[in-house]
Nanobody
Framework: QVQLVESGGGLVQAGGSLSVSCTASGRTFDSYSIAWFRQAPGKEREFVTS????????YYADSVKGRFTISRDNAKNTVDLQMNSLKPEDTAVYYC??????????????????WGQGTQVTVSS
């Protein structure tokens, strides 16, 4: 089992950049594919991006493609999400999620087994 803790959220102006991180417990971090989801007030949780176990493959939602970059460091048990050119519609609570196995491109919440508590990202206009 893995425990996930997000950090790094905050307030940024539109057009700005922000990075959020996910730190995992345990010694088998490289057994897990990792994803980021987000949930805005009154909306369903939506997929943002995901990364394979070794970090060699990534998958992005169309809404963030070209603006967000996911990366991981298995030696540090961390996954980072670099967010550039932020828009007010990116405002949400961002959640880190994990699943055991090599399939990393699931975009629905039911395919991800472990979740962090979330970190707030607010983009002002």
């Amino acid at each position: 089992q893995v425990q996930l803790v997000e950090s790094g959220g905050g307030l940024v102006q539109a057009g700005g950049s922000l990075s959020v991180s996910c730190t995992a417990s345990g010694r088998t971090f490289d057994s897990y594919s990792i994803a980021w989801f987000r949930q805005a007030p009154g909306k369903e949780r939506e997929f943002v991006t995901s990364i394979s176990r070794n970090g060699g493959s990534t998958y992005y939602a169309d809404s963030v493609k070209g603006r967000f970059t996911i990366s991981r460091d298995n030696a540090k048990n961390t996954v980072d999400l670099q967010m550039n050119s932020l828009k007010p519609e990116d405002t949400a609570v961002y959640y880190c999620a994990a699943r055991v196995g090599s399939i990393y491109f699931y975009a629905t919440t039911d395919q991800w087994n472990y979740w962090g508590q979330g970190t707030q990202v607010t983009v002002s206009s």
